[in-house]
């Protein structure tokens, strides 16, 4: 059975996967931490090098570009794709602008970047918010502001990945929360329409984080996926 490997979004950790893992038991999970490096290239090389030599991989969020990545430089090593909650373009300007003062602030106040410009977009409206929130808060605080540099710094200037995805042919699938206000629905259709052999699914009740938020219906559709 094909191994999986599980990349989280910006400031997570493995505990973004929720209990999927088990859910996708008896598969081999991997984890990867995007935090060593600050460029997608050196992520995805890193990655690749500590990886099986074919797996399948599936990324949320800056996981998925990391994801799009790799599959960019061993497309014929990734069996299968899952990208979640994710963008494959470039960097808007007016984003990449405000990297720096993001950068400079969380140096010091990291819980208060989180706080007042991140968090605020992660979820849907409903109850049983609070725990996740405090969830991303701990994940993203365990790591600290030295990997938001480098994340944000990876983020800031990475490639477009559109050509990368019109190229790759294995099995797909792109999910998203359907109200995710991160990484909106123009994206995916963006990501199913450049990779025809892609299913593209909408998760309910569910907008950045559709893995806690419900991971019930993620982990069918991921299933289904590994299945296929």
Aim: aromatic fraction near 4%; proline fraction near 10%; charge should be neutral.
């Amino acid at each position: 059975m094909t191994p999986l490997v599980l990349i989280p979004g910006m400031m997570c950790d493995a505990r973004m996967w929720g209990g999927l893992p088990a859910l996708l038991f008896p598969r081999e999970v991997g984890h990867f931490l995007p935090t060593d490096h600050d460029s997608v290239q050196a992520l995805a090389a890193a990655l690749l090098a500590i990886a099986p030599p074919r797996f399948a991989l599936a990324g949320l969020s800056m996981g998925g570009i990391v994801a799009m990545e790799v599959i960019r430089q061993a497309p014929t090593r990734v069996d299968r794709l899952a990208l979640l909650d994710t963008n494959p373009r470039a960097e808007l300007p007016q984003v990449q602008a405000n990297r720096a003062r993001q950068i400079a602030r969380a140096a010091s106040d990291l819980a208060g970047v989180l706080r007042d410009e991140m968090k605020p977009n992660y979820l849907a409206p409903g109850p049983g918010r609070q725990p996740i929130l405090d969830l991303c808060m701990d994940m993203a605080l365990t790591l600290g502001p030295q990997v938001f540099a480098r994340q944000s710094r990876a983020l800031r200037d990475r490639p477009d990945q559109c050509a990368t995805l019109a190229a790759y042919r294995g099995p797909a699938l792109v999910l998203m929360g359907e109200g995710d206000q991160l990484c909106p629905r123009d994206r995916h259709d963006q990501m199913h329409a450049l990779m025809p052999q892609s299913r593209l699914v909408l998760v309910p009740g569910a907008a950045h984080l559709p893995t806690l938020e419900n991971p019930n219906a993620t982990a069918a559709h991921l299933r289904h996926w590994l299945n296929q």
